[in-house]
């Protein structure tokens, strides 16, 4: 166990279908992340959070809606997305990121896009 | 049409070699590299990791080589075992950017008992 729990673990949905996927760290970091992991490209960063600020959102479709209420919870909000959305989605959450922080990584949620 | 995955290259390692796994890499700003496993059904977990201005890091039965001048790292591993098999990327990480980690595409270790 790694300290960073994602729930659902699986996922299908469909292309008008509204879904929520949950992250959270027991580890008491200050800096979250979303990863994209699919069978085409390699790991991909989404977005970052610093202290429940948005910091950075690597050119990602509006259908990929993150929320970071607290430092310990991370939402990744879904709506219309495409077959091509279907992937392995990773969060992950360091100590900080004004320095080389390990980033420490959930199992992911695998999501299927119908 | 059909819909094509990454490929992954594969090594294959007898049980109780060693193994060594290659990454290139393209960023001459990265200030570290680090080693990540992912296991099927898991997310990758850190293993290993090396500052840019060292050339050899020592861990539990792995080894990190950096070179700098081709812009290559490696990671051996001692005595494979079994639990070993699984999905191995590099990382770069720059500080300056936020501590953000730009991952390669990996490489399947199957361990052959």
């Known amino acids: 166990e790694t300290g960073v729990t994602q729930t659902p673990r699986h996922l299908v949905m469909g292309m008008t279908n509204k879904k929520s996927l949950k992250c959270e760290q027991h580890l008491g970091h200050n800096a979250m992340y979303w990863y994209k992991q699919s069978a085409k490209k390699p790991l991909e960063l989404m977005f970052v959070y610093s202290l429940e600020e948005r910091v950075e959102n690597n050119s990602v479709p509006s259908r990929f809606s993150p929320e970071c209420p607290n430092s310990s919870h991370l939402f990744l909000h879904l709506h219309t997305l495409q077959p091509e959305d279907s992937a392995l989605y990773l969060c992950?959450?360091?100590?900080?990121?004004?320095?080389?922080?390990?980033?420490?990584f959930g199992p992911g949620t695998r999501l299927t896009v119908l | 049409g059909e819909s094509v995955g990454l490929h992954l290259p594969t090594l294959s390692v007898q049980e109780g070699d060693n193994s060594i796994i290659n990454c290139a890499y393209s960023?001459?700003?990265?200030?570290?590299f680090i080693w990540y496993k992912q296991e099927s059904g898991k997310g990758p977990q850190f293993i290993i990791d090396?500052?840019?201005?060292?050339d050899k890091r020592q861990g539990q039965r792995v080894t990190v080589l950096l070179n700098k001048t081709v812009k290559h790292l490696s990671l051996q591993i001692a005595a494979t075992q079994p639990g070993d098999s699984a999905v191995y990327f590099c990382a770069e990480n720059i500080v300056a950017a936020g501590n953000k980690l730009t991952f390669g595409g990996g490489t399947r270790v199957l361990v052959k008992p």
């Open positions: 960023n001459s700003a990265s200030d570290y």
């Open positions: 992950a959450s360091s100590q900080a990121r004004d320095s080389y922080n390990e980033q420490f």
């Open positions: 090396i500052r840019s201005n060292m």
